[in-house]
T-cell receptor
Framework: KNEVEQSPQNLTAQEGEFITINCSYS?????LHWLQQHPGGGIVSLFM???GKKKHGRLIATINIQEKHSSLHITASHPRDSAVYIC?????????????FGGGTRVLVKP | ETGVTQSPTHLIKTRGQQVTLRCSSQ?????VSWYQQALGQGPQFIFQ???????GRGNFPPRFSGLQFPNYSSELNVNALELDDSALYLC?????????????FGPGTRLTVT
């Protein structure tokens, strides 16, 4: 079993819909990251969380440390949100700030 | 302030050859991590360098090696290339190796081994 699991693997939404991506992890962590990767390959950091909730524009990220679970929400989705969203954790056991990644959720928002 | 850059963008190598990939960290960042991302998968940690010393290594064979220079730029070297080494190679820099520091990713180098 992977240390970081994401669901769903693929998601298609109509423009304007509310999108939720889930991330579950099995290790103790010091931080959880949500990242966005566009088809060209470059990765952009969206959020870094160790507790609670963060909001940036139409994006909201929450984390429940006790349940080892995080969600990324996209409100009023837009075609430009189409990308792969990746959850990654910095494990308490790992050296430095090494990240362990989930497999990603491929999001397609149709106009 | 320039972001993280990587070179080359793409390259094609033959099985058995050697390759060197380069990464320039964001200004002021002394820590760099390298990741391998196979097609359709999440990235896998290769190793991390802090102030020119290796500071952690993932489950990769010794033919994957690295260097960090005094200006904190970094190289990833892969010897005896195998077909499975075909992937996107990402580097990420940060202000330090504490998990509290955000990592900034480069655009990646896409390596194809034929």
């Amino acid at each position: 079993k992977n240390e970081v699991e994401q669901s769903p693997q693929n998601l298609t939404a109509q423009e304007g819909e509310f999108i939720t991506i889930n991330c579950s992890y099995s290790v103790g962590i010091s931080a959880l990251h949500w990242l966005q990767q566009h088809p060209g390959g470059g990765i952009v950091s969206l959020f870094m969380l160790s507790s609670g909730k963060k909001k940036h524009g139409r994006l909201i990220a929450t984390i429940n440390i006790q349940e080892k679970h995080s969600s990324l929400h996209i409100t009023a989705s837009h075609p430009r949100d189409s990308a792969v969203y990746i959850c990654a954790v910095a494990s308490l056991k790992a050296a430095g700030n090494k990240l362990t990644f989930g497999g990603g959720t491929r999001v397609l928002v149709k106009p | 302030e320039t972001g993280v850059t990587q070179s080359p963008t793409h390259l094609i190598k033959t099985r058995g050859q050697q390759v060197t990939l380069r990464c320039s960290s964001q200004s002021g960042h002394n820590t760099v991590s390298w990741y391998q991302q196979a097609l359709g998968q999440g990235p896998q940690f290769i190793f991390q360098y802090y102030r020119e010393e290796e500071n952690g290594r993932g489950n990769f064979p010794p033919r994957f090696s690295g260097l960090q220079f005094p200006n904190y730029s970094s190289e990833l070297n892969v010897n005896a290339l195998e077909l499975d080494d075909s992937a996107l190679y990402l580097c990420a820099s940060s202000l330090g190796f504490s998990p509290s520091y955000e990592q900034y990713f480069g655009p990646g180098t896409r390596l194809t081994v034929t």
